[in-house]
């Protein structure tokens, strides 16, 4: 049994434009709330929390949705295509509301409340196609292979991250912007527009979802010890047993932690360099950029060491790293005048710290359920990782406004060293490891 590599390429385009979005939207939407319509840390953390506000209801719900879903283009399709439309249409008026509202202009379009009503319709738009685009993945690759499988997905988000990173960098670098009491960002928010336009179009082209669904269904019907549900003799429905329910709450729960400490550093950071440091989005960006270059580096290698040692140990490995990397940037950022080349280290590791936990942690989850069952599992996964980033935006923001900015990575640093401990208490969901030999090893890398 080896990984469809073209196939799982493919179907992580829609993950390659998601985190691309979202990386626009964590560091560029609070530049726009606070500089331009001058919003203060409170009400600006208020805002960015609403998309998880909203994803704690919705992603499970169209992720179950899109369970039940039949249609010739297949379950996962339809929303992610309706979803990217409007999230393209929507994208190109944020800046245009921000420029007018910063020209002064003398109209209701160009105000706060058009603003925050553009970027709410665009936050639905993108929640009704996340749990369906992740669940592809799963859909498509038999549960043995799902580590590797979600190490490509995730390389393709950490592309995504690094093609809109390194564009930033370029059009907006600090020399560009510095001093300047308002800064146009149309251009980017174009580019992101059409590059998810692309991607998603050249999935729809290339994939055959119900053809690979069906195989998968096939593979999957012939290993019946993969299925660690039971029968609810109530409804007839799969249902985790209590053993296996216990392991998916405590994993829910670290999901949680480790998304309050890494969320609360990618919302931020930003804002915090520009306080401590006087640097802009282009330094930050430069330190995301490394972040999701060391992270693009470690994804196949950690799909391997997953598939060799084990998710759980993949995933504490990540959480520890990811302890000491803000421990570090703690000391760095509250020592130096500029972001350094030991910061760009730190955050090369951040980056493959966080590899370690995000390729392994969903899989970690759909292990748990029956395939049919997948949308549902992914928007329970990642209810907790918004759950996280609902409070975090608040809760940090108000930390660094009321205590001291300093704390930024402290925060971060407790609640990575929580979510180790409580994935101490996770016993389902890992890869049964089998041990090869030599080069056997690589046969599906």
């Known amino acids: 049994m080896k990984l469809n590599h073209k196939n799982t390429f493919l179907v992580g385009l829609a993950f390659m434009s998601i985190i691309a979005f979202w990386q626009l939207y964590d560091n560029v939407v609070p530049l726009l709330l606070t500089n331009t319509f001058h919003l203060d840390e409170d009400i600006t953390g208020v805002i960015m929390a609403a998309d998880n506000v909203l994803a704690l209801f919705l992603l499970p719900l169209f992720g179950k949705l899109s369970d039940k879903t039949s249609t010739k283009i297949g379950r996962r399709m339809p929303y992610i295509l309706i979803g990217t439309a409007v999230t393209v249409l929507l994208l190109n008026l944020l800046p245009v509301i921000d420029n007018?509202?910063?020209?002064?202009?003398?109209?209701?379009?160009?105000?706060?409340?058009?603003?925050?009503?553009?970027?709410?319709?665009?936050?639905?738009?993108?929640?009704?196609?996340?749990?369906p685009a992740v669940a592809l993945m799963p859909d498509v690759t038999p549960k043995p292979l799902r580590s590797t499988a979600n190490a490509v997905i995730n390389l393709m988000g950490a592309a995504g991250g690094i093609i809109y990173l390194a564009f930033t960098a370029v059009m907006f670098p600090k020399s560009k912007t510095e001093g300047l009491e308002h800064v146009d960002y149309r251009l980017l928010f174009v580019f992101m527009s059409v590059f998810m336009a692309v991607c998603i179009g050249i999935m729809y082209f290339a994939v055959n979802e119900p053809e690979l669904s069906a195989e998968n269904d096939r593979i999957e019907k012939e290993h019946p010890e993969w299925d660690l549900t039971e029968e609810d003799k109530k409804t007839g429905d799969a249902k985790l047993p209590a053993p296996v329910l216990r392991s998916m709450i405590f994993l829910l729960i670290s999901i949680a932690l480790w998304y309050i400490g890494y969320n609360a550093v990618t919302t931020w950071f930003t804002t915090y360099i520009s306080v401590l440091m006087g640097e802009g989005l282009g330094g930050a960006s430069t330190c995301f950029l490394i972040a999701n270059v060391g992270a693009i580096i470690s994804y196949i290698p950690i799909g391997f060491a997953a598939s060799r040692f084990g998710r759980k140990k993949m995933i504490y490995f990540g959480t520890l790293l990811l302890t000491a990397s803000f421990a570090v940037s703690f000391y760095l950022t509250t020592t130096e005048s500029s972001v350094t080349?030991?910061?760009?280290?730190?955050?090369?590791?951040?980056?493959v710290a966080w590899a370690s936990i995000s390729v392994n942690s969903l899989p970690m989850c759909v292990e748990m359920c029956k395939d049919a069952d997948a949308g549902?599992?992914?928007?329970?996964?990642?209810?907790?990782?918004?759950?996280?980033?609902?409070?975090?935006?608040?809760?940090?923001?108000?930390?660094?406004?009321?205590?001291?900015?300093?704390?930024?990575?402290?925060?971060?640093?407790?609640?990575?060293?929580?979510?180790?401990?409580?994935?101490?208490?996770?016993?389902?969901?890992?890869?049964?490891?089998?041990?090869?030999?030599?080069?056997?090893?690589?046969?599906?890398?």
């Open 376 to 445: 549902k599992y992914t928007g329970l996964y990642y209810t907790a990782s918004m759950a996280g980033q609902v409070v975090t935006p608040i809760f940090a923001g108000f930390l660094l406004k009321n205590v001291s900015y300093k704390i930024l990575f402290v925060y971060a640093a407790v609640f990575s060293l929580l979510s180790f401990i409580t994935m101490i208490f996770v016993k389902h969901g890992d890869t049964n490891v089998k041990r090869l030999k030599g080069l056997e090893n690589f046969e599906d890398l």
């Open 100 to 131: 007018g509202f910063y020209a002064g202009k003398d109209s209701s379009f160009y105000s706060l409340a058009s603003f925050i009503v553009v970027l709410g319709g665009l936050l639905l738009a993108m929640a009704s196609y996340r749990s």
């Open 341 to 351: 080349t030991a910061m760009y280290v730190t955050f090369a590791l951040v980056g």
